[in-house]
């Protein structure tokens, strides 16, 4: 995972509540074996319909998805993630998040932004009414701006996710980061109990 310390860019304003997963990335993309080219399937039902706010041109090149409270419930599906981090984005904003979705999120790298209703609110009209609009998340200091309309939030991220983002590390790169006391502890394990070589 790479480290995420800013996400900077502009936004696409998602006004629907209660996404859940089987919206974000449909039942059928699930069969693929490789962990690629989920970004077709991003909200691909909705994207039919040539007026949903991805096949917008202002919002190309977006890289923070602004979406209304609920956003990520449904089913445990990681490829949820991996679609919306394969279009692009790498920030999601929203009021409340799944809880599965937002730990799936922050175990791949893509920072769950949770903002007060109010905020969800003012910033999906402003992305609406100015698709340039500029947004700031902060992952060090926890905080999402957008300058333009005067706005400077704090938003909460645990210790640990907000290293695992500054540091660039998976569980994985969690494990690893104690090789030296798991070489120990195996260095100190009797013979006769089984070894991984």
């Known amino acids: 995972m790479e480290a995420v310390r800013i996400v900077s860019g502009t936004a696409v304003p998602l006004d629907r509540s209660d996404v859940d997963t ?13 962990r690629t080219g989920f970004e077709k399937g991003l909200f691909s039902e909705w994207r039919d319909d040539r007026d949903f706010v991805l ?23 990681e490829h949820a993630v991996w679609a ?13 998040f799944g809880d599965i979705f937002r730990n799936n999120a922050t175990k791949n790298g893509l920072v769950p932004v949770v903002v ?6 003012r910033l999906l009209r402003a992305v609406e009414a100015d698709p340039t609009l500029e947004i700031t998340i902060d992952v060090e200091r926890r905080t999402l701006e957008a300058p ?9 991220l645990d210790d640990s996710v907000r290293h695992r983002f ?16 798991i ?10 109990l089984p070894t991984a070589g």
Not at 67 to 75: E, Y
């Open 22 to 34: 089987d919206q974000i990335i449909p039942s059928d993309w699930l069969k693929q074996v490789a």
């Open 116 to 121: 007060t209703a109010e905020v969800g609110e």
């Open 55 to 77: 096949n917008r041109a202002e919002h190309a090149g977006a890289t923070i998805l602004v979406a209304g409270p609920n956003f990520g419930t449904g089913s445990s599906r």
């Open 148 to 156: 333009a309309i005067g706005l400077t939030v704090e938003f909460p």
């Open 166 to 181: 500054l540091e660039g590390l998976d569980d994985i790169g969690l494990t690893l980061a104690h090789g030296a006391d």
């Open 84 to 96: 919306i981090q394969q279009y692009g984005f790498r920030a999601v904003v929203s009021p409340r």
């Open 183 to 192: 070489d120990a502890f195996e260095g100190e394990r009797p013979a006769w």
